[in-house]
């Protein structure tokens, strides 16, 4: 994707690069993750990737499929950006990779993750794509203030559309 002269990617996660992801996520996040959870991202294929921006790693998107007996969803683990790159839809590349796989395989109930409560900007950023908070789980996270976390989810009705946020001067034309 190009805008403006500035170019996004999105690439794998491989044994090779495994260590940015690492480094990434210890500075956008304000949880740790195991080693576990990175040897598992390398097994995912697709639903793992690094975003590029101008070929510097600046986020990252892991997912897993989450599957029940009565329920298939897909559970973004993290989707980060690091902050002096945020606002140059980034975010929204990554987030529209992860609606498009959605869209292709097109079993899953819905899409979902964990925010922390005080993270408004990021409820934001899902509500824009039509993920609504759900729940709120006490006690989520460990270790950090506010240990609160909302479940934000976007439910899928029978055809699952990649959507792209909607600014005021587009709602406004659509009320219009």
């Known amino acids: 994707m190009r805008s ?31 080693d576990k959870f990175y040897k598992d991202v ?28 009565d329920s298939r969803r897909l559970y973004i683990m993290t989707l980060g950006c690091l902050a002096p790159y ?11 990779h992860v609606l498009k796989i959605c869209e292709e395989d097109g079993n899953f109930d819905n899409v979902f993750l964990h925010v922390q409560i005080n993270n408004e900007g990021a409820i ?17 996270y460990k270790r950090i203030e506010p240990a609160d976390a909302h479940v934000l989810q976007k439910t899928f009705g029978r055809g699952i559309t990649i959507e792209r946020p909607i600014n005021n001067q587009e709602q406004q034309e659509d009320m219009s």
Not at 124 to 140: A, D, N, V
């Open 4 to 34: 403006r002269g500035q170019h996004i990617e999105l690439g794998d996660v491989t044994p090779h690069n495994i260590k940015q992801l690492k480094r990434l996520n210890q500075v956008v996040f304000p949880v740790s993750y195991n």
């Open 42 to 69: 390398l097994e995912v294929g697709e639903l793992a990737k690094l975003a590029y921006y101008n070929d510097i790693v600046v986020g990252a998107v892991c997912c897993r499929v989450d599957q029940t007996e």
């Open 86 to 96: 945020r606002r140059l839809r980034i975010g929204t590349v990554m987030l529209n």
């Open 124 to 140: 934001r950023f899902y509500q824009k794509f039509g993920f609504e908070i759900i729940e709120t789980k006490k006690h989520y």
